[in-house]
């Protein structure tokens, strides 16, 4: 990682204001505090960039645009595929009723999911303007794979085979307001119907 | 009797060689590596002789039942067909119904199993209480043929606890803890 300006010339410049005579008619002390040479820490992943969206004024007669809280938890010591099935259940659910679901699951992934969570709702609370923390729910909650590292596994008579230890990220979205009723699940007649209509939209070509 | 050829002209004689070359590896049957394409089979390490494999003549019973039968994909499993049996309803992780408030603390517990709250504080007290045992005991095999009564700060004795041991614990005597 480069730094933004070279270390030579920060090392001049700084010894060049650090003369004594200088200090001694001045008066002031120059605080190094406020300059900071390092580059951004870590690079910011697309989930976390979308807290920063900032919307325009909402116009008096608009419905009001509930709160979004996105957040994340990068590099979890878990399989993508096993924590795939957590973030399945808890989707759609309030926050409440999904915090009892993962604190009575046995999988390891539930801990950490239920610690992001209720990360997530501190933020929501203190940051974002939500009013109730209970008044929240999970809109998406997604897995993705992590980095992968290889390492091997010793078996008898000198054989050996190589292991992958896998490693996931969590993403999780919350908005504010009760969870959206559950979708009806689509009976044989609608699916008749739907045929009907499509076989309708047919149209003839070069037709008159 | 020998065979005597009369010398015949250099292209006939090669092909005469190379004829001679076959007929030797015909009768000598020789398992040579540099071999073409051949059939290849899911079996363990020694195959059958060609000569008893012949002589069997049914092909898989006998003394090499299952040699040549051993059960392997034939195709790749697409990603379609593992998303089906994955996502399959019976795999996915099932909603649990059976959570309730714990009336004593408030934190949610299972129907059937105790609160792990209020377990874990009385696991704590206990913990106590046996560390003021070991104190008045100091050390193991040492424990009387007597009952024990913990009192909390401020209490006597009842006339009940005559010939008991009685433990000691300094502060206040927890709500859920009665005293007889």
């Known amino acids: 990682s480069s730094p ?37 820490l870590e690079k910011l992943g697309k989930w976390e960039k979308k807290n920063r969206i900032v919307y325009p004024p909402q116009l008096p007669g608009e419905p009001r645009r509930p709160a979004e809280i996105y957040h994340c938890r990068r590099e979890i010591k878990y399989s993508k595929d096993k924590m795939w099935y957590l973030a399945k259940l808890i989707k759609g659910m ?26 997530a709702q501190e933020m929501a609370v203190r940051k974002h303007n939500v009013e109730f923390k209970s008044n929240l729910h999970i809109a998406e909650s997604l897995t993705g794979r992590g980095q992968y590292v290889k390492q091997i596994r010793y078996h008898g008579k000198g054989m050996f085979g190589i292991m992958r230890l896998s490693r996931c990220h969590y993403f999780v979205k919350l908005v504010e307001g009760p969870p959206p009723p559950p979708e009806p699940p689509k009976t044989g007649f609608d699916q008749a119907k739907e045929y009907v209509q499509e076989l309708r939209n047919r149209t003839i070509t070069h037709s008159l | 009797a020998l065979l005597v050829f009369p010398s015949p002209l250099p292209p006939l004689r090669a092909l005469l060689r190379r004829c001679w070359g076959r007929l030797e590896r015909g009768l000598l ?35 090499w039942e299952g040699v040549l039968w051993m059960a392997a994909p034939k195709k790749r499993r697409t990603i379609e067909v593992n998303r089906c049996r994955r996502r ?38 206990t913990r106590q209480i046996r560390h003021e045992i070991q104190k008045q005991e100091g050390g193991p095999f040492k424990a009387p043929t007597v009952e024990t009564v913990v009192l909390y700060d401020g209490e006597q004795p009842s006339e009940k606890d005559e010939g008991k041991r009685i433990i000691e614990r300094a502060r206040k005597r927890p709500s859920w803890f009665a005293q007889n």
């Open chain 1, 94 to 119: 309030s926050i409440d009723q999904a915090l009892a679901q993962l604190e009575f699951s046995d999988k390891k992934g539930a801990k950490v999911i239920k610690e992001v969570l209720l990360e």
């Open chain 1, 4 to 40: 933004r300006f070279s270390l030579a010339g920060w090392a001049r410049g700084l010894l060049g204001w650090a003369r004594p005579e200088r200090l001694l008619t001045s008066g002031r002390v120059f605080p190094l505090s406020c300059i900071h040479t390092s580059a951004p």
């Open chain 2, 88 to 125: 399959d309803p019976r795999k996915l992780i099932k909603v649990k119904r059976n959570i309730d408030v714990c009336p004593e603390c408030g934190h949610l517990k299972l129907k059937h199993v105790l609160c792990g709250y209020c377990y874990a504080k009385v696991k704590a007290e």
């Open chain 2, 29 to 63: 049957p020789r398992w040579d590596l540099p071999w073409g394409p051949a059939l290849a089979v899911q079996a363990p390490g020694a195959l059958p002789e060609a000569a008893e494999g012949a002589g069997e003549g049914g092909g898989e019973p006998g003394a």
